[in-house]
């Protein structure tokens, strides 16, 4: 096919891509090393790449011969000729364990910098265009968290703005929003951004020992959307994990009977919104986009009813028939929550609070609670991403991979959030990493521009591709085969070429 001449710059991916080191295995795919792959595009040619991160976490396990820094879903034991009470000590001492540093999960912009992220306290930043691994940038040394999310959000300033969890800081848990200037002044050009990072405000954890796992969260043009769902960590079980044997995923626990609760904070004020609102029990990963409408703000995110996607991926459920004997128990779910943040103080218990014209309800309780009820977009779609652009406004197109009963996708997918219609894109025995939106340089409409997927094939005769869709009509512009083999990943981004910078600086 033919790539548009406009498309030039680097679509760069981040995930798992090394399971096995020497004779030992992790328990799970999302423990796997991090392994970095980019496609550059120019003047409509496709070249590809790939590179291990060279982590601390790479270089002690790749010394070792075998896993000996620990990941998620994988307990590591240090060498057994340490002496045994000097480690029990420094694991009581330390209520949080020391994290990995093996950053799989996406890429974050800061400034004119490129980072791998996971979700702990540590960074690593990258060349873009070798994906050479540069230094470490550990966030705990400059904020009191200690993880954060992946998924961090960029304003028009050019701040990256992020949320990560303080644990028991002087006595309280609490969820930090914080923000990462693009660039620091004049005066102090050997600093770096992280020394201006600033916290926007905080929201308490409602227990101490059980702050909620979160993946992501949503904005909107005044307000920060937080999410505090009932799937949470328990922070005893963690500090125990190494001497109990156990893995750190077993310390996450979804609590059915709990309630949702949703936190509004002003980004001006810095202030939550003071009424509670709340809704059923969910496990979520993904905001989709969040904005304002008429006293309102509206937020779409894939939920659903437990926890078992992560259980999915546990290597010794990975098997060779995996696409047909795994299924979800709870399939994905597109909700659209609408929530009333002006409304009618004396109105009265048990009526719905929403004026627009929509499905999602807010009924308000006898407590001055605020119940919210979602409207259902669509089922079976992860790994949302829409253009950018619309992030925090009112927006159409959500571009995902779709997920049935299985976890890994099958097709990918362009959903119109207004119209409810879906156009599909799917080959057999092809399984489509997360589609990135990259608008046309003359955009007019919201899809104007292509959408850009890795594909690996479960067929060993067929090699892995590169696929340009056009974003409109979703069909195919072209593919770029690349003769290696290529491995699922997580996430990533596109980098256009004027946001890299020239390889001689």
Not at 21 to 33: A, E, P, R, S, V
Not at 67 to 88: L, R, W
Request: charged share 25%; proline share 5%.
């Amino acid at each position: 096919g033919q790539l548009p001449t406009w498309l030039q710059g680097i679509l760069l991916r981040n995930g798992p891509g090394m399971h096995t080191i020497g004779d030992t295995k992790y328990n799970h795919w999302f423990d796997g090393l991090a392994l970095l792959h980019s496609f550059a595009f120019k003047n409509g040619e496709v070249y590809y790449r790939s590179k291990y991160l060279r982590s601390d976490t790479y270089h002690c396990n790749v010394e070792a011969n075998r896993i000996v820094v620990s990941e998620f879903g994988t307990m590591a034991y240090p060498d057994p000729c340490k002496n045994i009470f000097a480690k029990a000590f420094s694991y009581l001492s330390h209520t949080i364990p020391e994290f990995t540093d093996n950053c799989l999960i996406n890429i974050m912009k800061t400034g004119d910098d490129f980072y791998a992220t996971s979700e702990t306290n540590f960074i690593r930043k990258i060349n873009p265009q070798t994906l050479e691994t540069l230094e470490k940038v550990d966030y705990s040394k400059y904020i009191a968290v200690n993880v954060a999310t992946s998924h961090p959000h960029y304003d028009s300033a050019g701040n990256t703005l992020n949320m990560g969890t303080s644990i028991v800081d002087k006595g309280k848990t609490k969820y930090i929003l914080f923000k990462i200037p693009p660039s620091v002044p004049e005066k102090e050009k050997k600093k770096s951004c992280f020394k201006h990072l600033e916290v926007v405000c905080s929201i308490p954890s409602r227990s101490l020992l059980h702050p909620s796992y979160y993946h992501s969260f949503g904005i909107t043009e005044n307000y920060i959307v937080f999410i505090e769902q009932p799937f949470k960590l328990d922070i005893v079980k963690m500090a125990t994990a190494y001497i109990r044997h156990v893995n750190w995923a077993s310390c996450l626990a979804y609590h059915k009977e709990d309630k949702t609760w949703f936190h509004f904070v002003d980004k001006k004020t810095k202030k939550e919104v003071s009424t509670k609102f709340y809704a059923d029990a969910m496990v979520l990963f993904h905001h989709v986009n969040a904005y304002e409408e008429d006293g309102h703000i509206i937020f779409d995110v894939i939920a659903y009813t437990d926890n078992s996607l992560y259980d999915m991926f546990y290597l010794k459920n990975l098997t060779k028939d995996f696409e047909e004997s795994s299924k979800l128990t709870s399939i994905p779910t597109c909700k659209r929550f609408v929530v009333p943040l002006q409304y009618d103080k004396d109105a009265e218990v048990g009526s719905n609070l929403v004026t627009l014209p929509s499905a999602a309800t807010a009924v308000k309780e006898k407590d001055g609670s605020v119940y919210c009820q979602p409207e259902i977009l669509c089922e079976g779609i992860e790994l949302p991403h829409i253009n950018y652009d619309r992030n925090g406004k009112k927006y159409k197109y959500v571009f995902a991979t779709e997920v049935q009963w299985s976890p890994v996708p099958t097709k990918i997918a362009k959903f119109n959030t207004q119209t409810k219609e879906m156009l599909h894109w799917g080959e057999d025995h092809c399984w489509p990493s997360e589609p990135i939106f990259v608008p046309s340089p003359d955009a007019r409409e919201e899809d104007d521009g292509v959408v850009l997927t890795c594909v690996v094939t479960s067929d060993p005769k067929k090699a892995p591709f590169l696929l340009v869709l056009d974003a409109k009509t979703f069909k195919e512009l072209g593919r770029a085969t690349v003769d290696v083999e290529m491995h699922l990943d997580l996430h990533g981004m596109f980098i256009p070429e004027k946001d890299l910078k020239a390889e001689t600086e």
